[in-house]
């Protein structure tokens, strides 16, 4: 299907990750003909790309959803979907099905190789789409390769795991982004390389526990690893990372901090309770 002429518009509420997923999202619709929409009324596609991490974020994406049905009134060909964390959660997703049927798709965090597909449906007029997985019934994977279309040319979010295995009591991620998933840290170097090569001069690496990246793979200090590899290739660049988990800073970790050149000297830690039996009921 051609769709050279026509434009996408994307909404992104929540976490870094979720940023890094809407470029994805505008990677994927760029490769298929779209271009950039300034502005959801000049839009022939609007995603929403929604958090769950509070009550407060999904009220507020469910809200600003509701009032696209106005610009769906006005123009019946326009195609809205829904995306990200929130929609995750079975409760939301029959919301969005049943409260919002102006709402032509949904799609999950375990997903993004299939939306084109997707898109292809609904513009086809072959009816609403609510692409949801468990990732109980879909563990996911990490996707490599897939287009990105990154929002600044001079510094540039590298996801390089998903998920999370804590489950502390008050979190929402590892059910609506599964367990820890790894990339290949070959593919993450070399994704480095094509940032720093096109000019980029501040990565930040992404994951919900970043520095336990590599343990699903068997790696043991597998960030301090990837911190390294990443530092020696050639360029004038600065490497951030967020987020990271007090429990998986390790000391090699701590001494690739002290001595690699090219790494912020910044750490991301939360602030937790000082009190044992709030962080023990914090899991």
């Known amino acids: 299907m051609d769709f050279s002429g026509k434009k996408i518009y994307i ?109 292809e449906t609904v513009f086809s007029k072959k009816g609403r789409v609510m692409k949801i997985e468990s990732y109980d019934i879909n563990p996911g994977t990490v996707c490599e390769g897939l287009p990105v279309k990154r929002k600044y040319p001079y510094k540039a979010y590298l996801p390089i795991m998903s998920g999370c295995n804590n489950f502390c009591t008050y979190c929402i991620v590892p059910y609506v982004r599964g367990r820890e998933r790894s990339k290949d840290p070959g593919f993450v170097v070399e994704e480095a390389k094509k940032l720093i090569n096109s000019g980029c001069r501040e990565i930040t690496l992404l994951g919900q526990n970043v520095n336990s990246f590599g343990k699903d793979l068997g790696i043991e200090d597998g960030f301090a690893e990837l911190l390294g590899k990443i530092n020696a290739i050639e360029g004038d660049f600065i490497i951030r990372f967020m987020t990271s988990h007090p429990k998986d800073v390790s000391p090699k970790l701590i001494e690739a901090m002290g001595s690699l050149k090219k790494c912020a000297p910044h750490f991301h830690l939360p602030l937790q309770s000082g009190s044992d039996r709030i962080l023990k009921l914090m899991n």
């Not at 271009?35 to 999904?58: F, G, K, Y």
């Not at 809200?63 to 326009?78: M, V, Y």
């Not at 409260?99 to 299939?114: A, I, L, Q, R, S």
Request: charged share 25%; with cysteine.
């Open 11 to 119: 909404e992104t509420y929540g976490c870094q990750q979720n940023e890094a997923d809407s470029e994805t999202v505008a990677g994927i619709a760029l490769n298929m003909g779209f271009s950039l929409a300034a502005a959801p009324e000049e839009a022939d596609l609007v995603i929403v790309n929604t958090c769950a991490v509070r009550e407060h974020a999904e009220l507020k994406a469910l809200s600003n959803t509701g009032r696209l049905k106005h610009l769906k009134a006005a123009n019946p060909d326009l195609k809205i979907g829904v995306c990200g964390c929130m929609v995750q959660q079975e409760s939301r997703k029959d919301d969005l099905k049943n409260k919002y049927p102006y709402v032509d798709f949904v799609f999950g965090t375990n997903m993004f190789e299939k939306l084109s597909g997707i898109i």
